[in-house]
């Protein structure tokens, strides 16, 4: 349903918690006004009971690896079926490029759609999505060369996420612009075919409110300088919304950089480009003091994801040191192991205490409750990586929000910001009942009015692929 005046009971607004307040929406999508209800006389207005917050961005998502989570915890599997001496990120990498042989344009829209689906319910209310998944299997172009990626942008107008397109450019196997591994065949592309990708993501978004368009430089081994600089010459004009890159997730890549290079991966990027708050560097695990002082001075944006970077064994991003430099950051969900902006910022914040043993690492005087801190500032930071005016509910932003059973038992008698940690650090349960995207209403009552045709259509996908 589309949304003129919403009264809540409470408001998480820029400068504290406000009762009873009413939150005006304009025709396209925008918050006009937030206003304490007795103020408020225009007729129409729609009371929904709960706490509404922000809406949490999901800054990095491989959508069609929804389809296979799970399917790496088996051990030893490498690409050619042989046992390995130990699994690793390396290893799960070939179980994923065996497993997206298989999906066509029809399979990545369903598993889109589901996926998409899950985050709405969970909280998310964007997506960033990473995709390179451009070809057929055996490597050829499609007719439309952005065909995946619409599939995607589809999938996300149609359950009603907000979506920022992300589409890779990928051009070598490895450091020193070795050769591409047949695995990697679906992802290749020039300068042109890449440039002409975005352009016709960028025309397919154009209507949307709810879309954006930026780039995503896979990694440094899977790019050179010339071939970044040139894509992004001939990108000037665009206005891309944002500049994604994997980098230093894990050590066997440092490694390979420092041999490469006689440089850091994290090091490297900043002695050659200059980042500013478009740039998402996603993962970023593994980064010395100068490099982390070096990204948080720059205003990028690091693109975390606890549950996938546990699954795949990556490391402890170094959160602390990171903050007290002013860096900022954001969430996601990458390979979809957990779709849950609770399962990331609660294992942010564990990561961290079981590295250094302590507890609340993320909060401090100024801001002492860290359930709230944790969201604030993945908020901030996701709505930056996704180029979207999200993240506050106030006049002139995106009206995407959340709401919270204010009834749910994990949440009985709480106030304040004692609300936000017990969502986050109390249980599986969801207690959210409502999410907003653009004024439009796209979950009721903790449902998607769409989810049974789409969990059919994903469960139908899941048995093709399968077979």
């Known amino acids: 349903m589309s949304a003129g005046l919403l009264q809540f009971q409470s408001i998480l607004l820029p400068d504290g918690w406000a009762e009873n307040m009413v939150i005006e929406i304009d025709s396209e999508g925008n918050i006009h006004a937030v206003s304490p209800a ?75 759609r589901q996926v998409y689906t899950e985050m709405l319910k969970a909280g998310y209310t964007c997506v960033g999505e990473f995709q390179y998944l451009h070809h057929d299997p055996s490597g050829r172009p499609y007719s439309n060369r952005a065909e995946m990626t619409l599939q995607c942008m ?174 900022q950051w954001a969430i996601g969900s990458d390979s979809h192991i957990s779709v849950s902006p609770v399962e990331e910022l609660r294992w942010l914040e564990y990561g961290q205490r079981l590295r250094y043993r302590q507890r609340n690492m993320v909060s401090g005087p100024s801001s002492p409750h860290t359930g709230k801190t944790l969201l604030t500032s993945a908020v901030h930071g996701g709505s930056r990586a996704c180029g979207r005016k999200t993240g506050r509910i106030e006049r002139g932003y995106r009206a995407d929000f959340i709401v919270l059973d204010a009834e749910h038992s994990r949440l009985v008698g709480r106030t304040g910001d004692e609300r936000i940690d017990s969502w986050i650090f109390s249980g599986n349960e969801n207690p959210l009942t409502d999410v907003f995207v653009g004024g439009r209403q796209v979950i009721s009552g903790g449902h998607h009015n769409q989810e049974e045709s789409i969990r059919d259509a994903f469960s139908h996908t899941l048995r093709e692929l399968s077979a």
Not at 82 to 91: E, G, K, N, V
Not at 276 to 304: F, N, Q
Request: some cysteine; charged content about 20%; overall charge neutral.
């Open 154 to 327: 589809q999938a996300a107008k149609d359950v009603g996420i907000g979506f920022t397109a992300l589409p890779v450019l990928y051009r070598y196997g490895g450091f020193g612009n070795r050769p591409p591994l047949d695995g990697q065949k679906r992802f290749i592309n020039d300068v042109m075919a890449f440039c002409e990708i975005v352009h016709g993501l960028v025309k397919a978004s154009a209507d949307s409110g709810n879309g954006t368009v930026g780039i995503a430089p896979h990694s440094l081994r899977a790019i050179d300088e010339p071939l970044l600089r040139e894509v992004l010459r001939n990108l000037s004009g665009t206005g891309l919304a944002a500049i994604h890159l994997h980098i230093a997730e894990q050590a066997r890549e440092v490694a390979d950089c420092l041999a490469w290079s006689r440089e850091r991966p994290v090091q490297w990027l900043l002695n050659r480009f200059d980042l500013d708050s478009r740039w998402c560097l996603v993962h970023a695990t593994h980064m010395d003091e100068e490099e982390t002082l070096g990204m948080a001075k720059s205003g990028a944006i690091a693109g975390l994801c606890p549950t996938t970077e546990a699954n795949l064994g990556d490391g402890f991003f170094n959160l602390g040191r990171y903050r007290q430099h002013g860096g």
């Open 38 to 112: 007795g103020d408020v006389r225009k007729p129409g207005v729609q009371r929904i009971p709960g706490w509404a917050l922000p809406g949490v961005p999901n800054c990095h998502s491989h959508a069609h690896q929804r389809a296979m989570a799970g399917l790496g915890e088996k051990a030893g599997l490498g690409r050619d079926g042989r046992q390995t001496p130990a699994d690793s990120f390396w290893t799960w990498r070939e179980v994923m490029y065996r497993y997206l042989e298989r999906i066509q344009p029809e399979h990545l829209y369903a598993i889109s």
